[in-house]
Structure formats: C-alpha cells, structure tokens
C-alpha cells in the first residue's frame, strides 16, 4: 500500500521563520548599537566606574522594558494576522460539520486573501471551494430526496421497507392509508404489522438475498381481508453489494379478484340460463319429429307452444345481456328533456295485456313534467319496475307509480303490493341472475337481469336505486336521478 506523502507548509514555515529571524537580528543589533552607545559616552563623561555601573543597569533596565514592550506589540500584531484566517477556518469547518446550507460564504476579496501569511489563502480557497461543493451536493440530495418521496407517495401500490433487524425504513401514504400506520416507529418489528407467516418468511428470505412473489389477504385498516400480490426485494449498498434491507410492493388484487369471480359467476349462470330453454327446445323438437314421422298429430300444438316460449325466453335472455353488455361498455347515454307522462304510458301500454290478465289497477301520481334523460333507457326502468311488480302483486291488488320531486333531483317510485323480500336477500337482489324464487321466476318468463340493468341505468344517469321492503307489506322500488333540470307540475289526484 502506497502512502500519501505528507504536505509540510514550505511557505508558511518560511514566513514565519524570517520574520522572527529578522526580529530578533534587528533586536540584538539595536540593543547592542544601543548599550555600545551608553557605555562609550557614560566612560567618557566620568571616572567613577561605580557610578557609570549604576547608570548602566538603569539603562539596560529601561532598554529591556522599551524592548520588551514592542516585542508584545509585534507579537501582537504578528498573532493577530495568523489568528485571523484560522478563525475564519475555524467558523467554515463548523458550518461544514453542521451541513448549514442557509449560511453564505464569508466575503473576502482577492486582496486580502493574497494579503494572508504562507498556505492559509490555499487552505480557505479549498475550504471554500468544498464549502460550495458540499452545500451544491446536499441540495441536489434535498431535491432528489423529495423528488423521490413526491414518486413513491404518488404510487397507488403500497411500498413498505425494512432493515436488517426488520423494522420499518420508510413506507408510502397509500401503505399507511391500508394499513392505518401513520408513524414508521409506531411498529417495532415486521411482525408487529403482519401477522401472516408467508409475509414475514418473505421478507426474511429477501433479506438474505432472494427476491420473493406471492399472493396473500391480509387485514387492512378497514378490518376487511384485501387480496394482494406482494413483490419483495433486497436492497444492497451501491459500492459493496452488502444487504442492508429489503422492500416490498403491495399491489392490491382484491378488484380483479372480484371481477374474476363475477365472471366465473356469470359464465355458469348464463350456461345455465342457456341450457335449459335450449334442451327443453331440443327435447320437444325431437318428440315432434318422431310423432310427425309416426303421423301423430295430437300433441304437436303443445308441443309447438312449449317450444316458442322457449324460444321468446331465449330471445328475453339474450336481448337483456346485449342491453347490459351495451351499459357496461360505457356508452354515452342521449340526454333529452323526457316527459314523465309519455314514458309512463307507453311503459304502461306495452305491459297492458299482462295487467289485464291479472285483473291489477296501476295507480300513476305524477309531479313531474320532464327531466333530462335518456327517454329509451328510462322506459326500460319503468318496464323492468312495473313487469316485477305486476308479477308479484296478487290478482286484483294494486300497483302504485310515482314520480316525485325532491330538490334537483327526480324520484321514481315503484310498489307493488306482494309477500315483500326477506333481509337476507336484499344485499344481492340487483346481481345478476340472482333470484329469491328461482322457479317461480322461470315459470313467469324471468331472466334474472332485469334488476341489474336497472342498476346500471340508473348509475349511467349519475343516480342510484334502492330497495324498501318487509315480508307481508310489499315491495318499493325507487330510482333517484340526481340533479336533472325539471319542470314540476301541480300533483294529480
């Protein structure tokens, strides 16, 4: 190993030694000018050697006291001039320790550093210079520490690191908005904040080197279980490679895994719903082709019935998963002024023959005159509305209709005067497919979508539904369309 060669300040030595040098030469020279002065005139003037011995010790006692007193002087001055900048030195190495970026630098000009005694210039232009360097480097540090805390607060996964002895470097707002942990020294330890082993185990493998991927639920600040798919890496020093920690990325899956599941749903239920109106369609077209071959035509009307309700139940399904494909695809809806009155009759007229059969009276209460909507999708809602409760009101009984104004906003209302809807149902009522009485449904024509697609209406048009119900007291339905423009009307008996 090579060592340095040692700097020795040639130029400070030199001043400092020729100064004193050429002090103490003027000092014996003056001093010895001086008493070879004394002596000569005091031996001259008298022969008492006694006398002149007495004169003399004065006078050398006053020459050391002048001499002694400009030797303080010149110290003085020559103390002050090397103090000086070492001060100065002194106050920048201080600032330097304390990384005071807010301190500017000491103004001195050219000629007073070039007025400076040996290297002690050299030594302030470099501590200058590192000086500016340094306060340069700690705010590009600054900026960058912020620039990249700016970054990992703005990503929408959460970010957790951690050291050696597993407890928390820095995490995320999303990771504290998750996990409710708003202060990194809150949790002592890894395990403090997960109580799930996968977790732990891979950030300790990370932690010896081995990056780790795995998918887990864990408990979030709401109390509810989020699926995640967790990333863990090492984090190693830049120069050395050596680990120091470890961080992960929570990326939250729970969504996709809902949206997966409701998929997985929808298949089976539209296979299902598929299926049987198709075997049934099947079965009987097979029964009629061996009776028409056998010239049985007794039950081939029946047969032929059966197989065209099969074939309108089909048509129903498939239609209202094309509607509810359209309103998932985010298409624009073609807002206009709708009259409350016009869709209510035209939704009223298509359903008339069904009404009749069940001897039902539809009684309208309209307080609106007309909103902005969609007039198509609208019908739709009060058809979906209206068919559920002419379906489950008994034969004779009545459905009510309303439309009513509550600020900015228009409310429909529909109720139907049925064995209403237990609770444990409600929650699941507007999924699609889902029934409370799956056969009865069936036998009346249902497709289980109707609801969901009035869901989705309503949820284009900016409002909401809900649903209002008790078993024995009827059934209400009612759509909020929030701030549409409206025109009100005096309510009609």
């Known amino acids: 190993m090579i060592r340095p060669r040692r700097y020795f300040p040639w130029k400070l030595f030199r001043q400092v030694f020729v100064s004193h040098f050429l002090f103490v030469v003027v000092t014996l020279v003056l001093t010895g000018f001086s008493l070879r002065y004394f002596l000569y005139t005091e031996l001259l003037r008298s022969n008492d050697v006694t006398k002149t011995l007495g004169r003399f010790d004065s006078y050398l006692t006053s020459l050391f006291a002048t001499v002694l007193v400009f030797s303080c002087l010149y110290l003085i001055f020559t103390s002050r001039a090397y103090a000086r900048p070492l001060g100065r030195l002194i106050q ?29 210039s050299d030594l302030e232009r470099a501590l200058n210079r590192i000086h500016r360097d340094l306060r340069a480097r700690t705010e590009d540090l600054s900026r960058e520490r912020e620039e990249l805390s700016a970054l990992i607060g703005a990503v929408s996964d959460a970010i957790l690191a951690i050291s050696e002895d597993e407890t928390p470097l820095f995490f995320n707002s999303q990771f504290a908005m998750v996990f409710g942990t708003d202060d990194r020294h809150e949790a002592r330890s890894l395990t403090d904040l997960f109580r799930t082993p996968d977790v732990v185990q891979a950030y300790r493998q990370a932690l010896k080197g081995d990056r780790q991927s795995l998918s887990a639920t864990l408990r979030t600040k709401t109390a509810r279980p989020r699926h995640f798919s967790l990333s863990v890496a090492p984090l190693k020093e830049a120069d050395s490679g050596e680990i120091f920690g470890a961080v992960g990325i929570f990326h939250d899956v729970t969504e996709l ?48 019935g059966i197989i065209s309700r099969n074939v309108d139940r089909l048509t129903f399904l498939v239609n209202d998963l094309l509607d509810l494909s359209a309103l998932e695809s985010g298409g624009e809806l073609k807002k206009v002024q709708v009259s409350t009155q016009e869709v209510t009759e035209a939704a009223l007229k298509q359903l008339e023959t069904r009404r009749a059969s069940r001897k039902q009276t539809i009684d309208v209460r309209d307080q609106v005159r007309s909103f902005m909507a969609d007039p198509q999708r609208v019908e739709q809602v009060l058809l979906n509305l209206i068919d559920n409760a002419i379906k489950y009101t008994p034969e004779g009984r009545l459905v009510d209709v309303s439309w009513e104004i509550a600020g900015d906003d228009v409310i429909l209302r529909v109720k139907d005067n049925g064995a209403g809807i237990a609770l444990e149902h409600q929650p699941r009522l507007f999924e699609r497919f889902y029934r409370v009485d799956a056969g009865r449904s069936r036998d009346q024509g249902g497709t289980g979508l109707g609801l969901a697609i009035v869901k989705h209406i309503m949820i284009k048009h900016g409002g909401s539904i809900r649903l209002e119900s008790r078993p024995g007291s009827g059934s209400e339905f009612i759509c909020t369309f929030s701030h549409a423009r409206i025109a009100s009307q005096p309510s009609l008996s």
């Open 92 to 120: 920048r190495a201080r600032e330097l320790r304390r990384l005071d970026i807010e301190v500017n630098d000491i103004d001195i000009t050219t000629e007073e550093l070039l007025e400076e005694p040996g290297e002690w």
């Open 257 to 304: 895994k809902q949206a997966e599941q409701i998929r997985i749903e929808f298949v089976g239920n539209a296979s299902h719903e598929l299926r049987t109106p198709i075997t049934s369609i099947k079965g009987y077209v097979e029964t009629l082709k061996q009776d028409i071959q056998a010239k049985n035509y007794e039950a081939a009307e029946q047969f032929i």
